[in-house]
């Protein structure tokens, strides 16, 4: 029990180091950004773009949802903001010879691992789940037909998209020993990984490539309608796709001679 409470203690206080830090306010600004940018721009948008939206959607109500989230929001929360918390989550301890001092603690290995994953979670919400939620109002404004199920929906699962850039994120800065080529690797893979899904419609072989990835069930329900048991299907999946990063990450980490 001593354990737990000093893990949950250790996740409080580096979350809080996290939001409260450069790049939680980063990562807010850009939050901020992008919903104000997003709001602003399909606000203007001419009517024959819709109509090159309703080739990639099974029903036009979700035009918004396509724009908003397949097109773009998933996108930028991958590989500009949830990176921002993790990239240097061992390799900048490992490069200010703070192993000792944080494992000197009744910590074990594979717990710091999970503080540091859970910390840099729980910073992203903070900083982008309220943006998101406020910006539901601005967007409902725009589009009448947005629903709060879907629009929060959405939400989740991108939230969950980012849980798998986070332990990707993780075994990158384990791998790693400088922090600045963390940041690279990271941001580099996280747009390779998505590609595949921001040209699905370009051939049937890259939407097959896009099955592949986390980024394809997080948003399809941006243009396909989807029964509750789909989309709890569709958040395991994701996790799913997290869970041999993480494991890969602890694996690693636990085999280091510090």
């Known amino acids: 029990m001593g354990n ?29 950004y992008m919903v104000t940018m997003i709001a602003y721009i399909y606000d203007r948008l001419p009517d024959t773009f819709f109509e090159l939206i309703r080739l990639f959607t099974e029903d036009s109500g979700l035009e918004f949802q396509w724009f908003l989230f397949d097109n773009g929001l998933s996108k930028a929360v991958t590989i500009f903001v949830a990176p921002l918390f993790i990239f240097d989550a061992v390799s900048g301890d490992r490069s ?14 594979t717990q710091y691992m999970l503080m540091k994953l859970m910390s840099a979670f729980f910073a992203f919400g903070i900083v982008f789940l309220p943006i998101m939620a406020l910006g539901y109002p601005v967007f409902v404004d725009i589009v009448e037909t ?16 980012a849980f798998f850039t986070l332990c990707v994120g ?5 791998l790693t020993k400088n922090t600045l080529v963390s940041f690279l690797a990271l941001f580099g893979l996280m747009a390779i990984i998505m590609l595949p899904n921001a040209s699905k419609y370009s051939s049937e072989a890259l939407e097959k490539a896009a099955m592949a990835t986390p980024h394809y069930y997080a ?8 029964d509750a048991l789909t989309y709890i299907g569709f ?7 997290s869970l ?13 001679s510090l």
């Open 244 to 256: 041999p990063f993480l494991f890969l990450a602890i694996w690693k980490f636990k085999k280091e």
């Open 96 to 109: 200010d010879d703070r192993f000792g001092l944080m494992l000197a603690r009744p910590i074990t290995r």
């Open 170 to 174: 993780l075994l990158i800065s384990t």
């Open 219 to 226: 948003t399809y329900f941006t243009s396909h309608a989807m």
């Open 235 to 241: 958040v395991i999946v994701i996790i799913l796709f």
């Open 146 to 161: 947005l629903t709060p199920a879907s629009y929060f929906g959405t939400i989740l699962l991108l939230y969950l998209l």
């Open 4 to 32: 737990e409470i000093r893990l949950g203690n250790l996740i409080y206080c580096a979350t809080f180091r996290l939001v409260f830090s450069i790049r939680g306010l980063i990562a807010l600004l850009f939050s901020i």
